[in-house]
């Protein structure tokens, strides 16, 4: 094998111009007639029995030149690679050239890990959101506890916002009784939204024992079209009133809904984990800042092959997240109002900044010289095994040792990123943060939990 040319451009695109010698193709040619002889038909020989030069005379000299590029040309390509220096991202365009009893010759065409160029990564400034809980905050937080801890009382009163009425009800379209329309014994949270619209509202004033004629016209979308835009006549009987009786706020309050024995101590509990909780997000959110200015100081063109990539990884495991919370991934699309080609788009461009930032890491890894111990990286395999509940042998399989020492060289080179950058309580203006692309947010882990809860939460209708 010889590697003749190294061509690169700016795009990362590398053309290697590749050489098989006469020897080394005769032996795959070789190989090649022993492989697909049987497949040949030779007058006078059985078949696969036939001797090659006879097979040749009869099929062409070139018979087996197509199997023996076929077969011989990615050990030779892998070879140009390794001796080209070179890292490929994506599989490689191949044009060949010529070929005959003196060899072939071809060009790999494929796109490359590009090296970054980084200006300053040391001494950088990030916002850094301040940590203050509230006693605002902590009260809130206590009064949804006594929210989540309050019985329902009967009350002797007529109904209103709020409360919970108990009631049959059976409605008619011009008359006539629908499927659906009837049930015994069905709770309401008034002002709730989750009957139809002005079902509940049509409730309020109304007081255990008494019937009620609520008129209403389902909406325009209802699932059930033969209902859909149509007005009904729901009879309703109100069976029971109840009221949310809260507790005290005292210290029985706190024995009841913790391990505390006095009110003072729970508020102390709950502004302690508030305080972690924002500490946690403060943290997140200046390590954020400080890759979008690791990325604002990097050049480097990402080829798309490395963003695509990436982009398939993330949508990967958002639908993984999402499974998670039992959630179906077009549920998820319509909460937030995308289509999935608008979601893939935002996918790709926080995939190529994460890039460009793992690349700008790489860089100042060997920069600053930065290894990898043997220590670290079986530490690192034995973490993942733990995880996981697998052997370690069976995770040095899985997991390729190159891409783990440099994922370990890219945390540590973040790690001294950090260490050397100055955290700024002045939050920034808004900004484009580019990197030969412009950077679009996908909805943060917050954002998609808040989804799956509104999800969950879905109005139900009559």
Not at 11 to 19: D, G, P, S, Y
Not at 245 to 261: G, I, Q, T
Not at 308 to 329: K, Q
Not at 447 to 456: I, T
């Amino acid at each position: 094998m010889a590697l003749k040319a190294v061509e690169r451009d700016e795009k990362q695109l590398v053309t290697l111009t590749i050489e098989v010698g006469a020897e080394a193709f005769e032996e795959a040619v070789q190989q090649a007639y022993r492989r697909g002889v049987g497949r040949l038909n030779v007058p006078g020989f059985r078949r696969g029995k036939a001797p090659r030069k006879m097979v040749e005379a009869m099929y062409g000299p070139s018979v087996f030149y197509e199997d023996a590029v076929k077969a011989s040309y990615p050990g030779v390509y892998e070879q140009a690679v390794a001796e080209a220096g070179v890292e490929p991202v994506e599989q490689a365009d191949i044009e060949l050239m010529e070929v005959g009893p003196e060899g072939y010759s071809f060009k790999a065409r494929v796109h490359v890990r590009p090296e970054a160029e980084v200006g300053r990564y040391k001494g950088l400034t990030a916002f850094k959101p301040p940590v203050e809980v509230t006693g605002e905050a902590v009260e809130s937080e206590l009064a949804r506890m006594r929210a989540r801890n309050a019985r329902l009382v009967s009350v002797d009163r007529p109904a209103k916002d709020g409360d919970t009425v108990t009631i049959d009800y059976e409605g008619a379209v011009d008359g006539v009784p629908f499927e659906g329309g009837k049930a015994e014994n069905t709770r309401i949270v008034l002002g709730s939204g989750r009957f139809i619209p002005g079902f509940e509202t049509q409730l309020v004033g109304r007081a255990a024992g008494e019937d009620a004629c609520v008129t209403v016209v389902f909406p325009a979308e209802y699932h059930a079209p033969e209902l859909a835009g149509r007005e009904a006549v729901f009879a309703v009987h109100v069976h029971e009133v109840k009221e949310s009786e809260e507790p005290e706020l005292d210290d029985e309050f706190a024995k009841d809904v913790s391990e505390f024995d006095t009110l003072d101590a729970l508020r102390a509990d709950i502004r302690a984990k508030m305080t972690e909780q924002h500490e946690r997000a403060s943290n997140e959110a200046y390590e954020d800042a400080l890759v979008d200015e690791l990325v604002a100081e990097t050049r480097v063109e990402v080829p798309d092959a490395m963003v695509e990539e990436e982009a398939g990884s993330m949508l990967e495991r958002m639908r993984g997240n999402l499974s998670s919370h039992g959630m179906d991934f077009d549920t998820y699309l319509n909460i937030l109002g995308q289509t999935f080609e608008t979601l893939c788009d935002e996918l790709r461009a926080k995939a190529r900044r994460r890039v460009t930032a793992d690349l700008a890491c790489e860089k100042i890894a060997a920069l600053e010289k930065i290894e990898i111990s043997e220590e670290m990286m079986t530490a690192e395999y034995e973490t993942f095994a733990e995880q996981v509940g697998k052997p370690v042998g069976e995770i040095r399989q899985i997991i390729d040792e190159k891409d783990l020492r440099r994922r370990l060289a890219v945390r540590q080179a973040m790690a001294l990123v950090r260490e050397h950058a100055t955290p700024s309580a002045a939050a920034p203006a808004a900004v484009e943060v580019t990197s030969q692309g412009a950077e679009a947010e996908v909805p943060t882990e917050s954002a998609r939990k808040k989804a799956v809860q509104e999800a969950q939460a879905a109005p139900e209708g009559a």
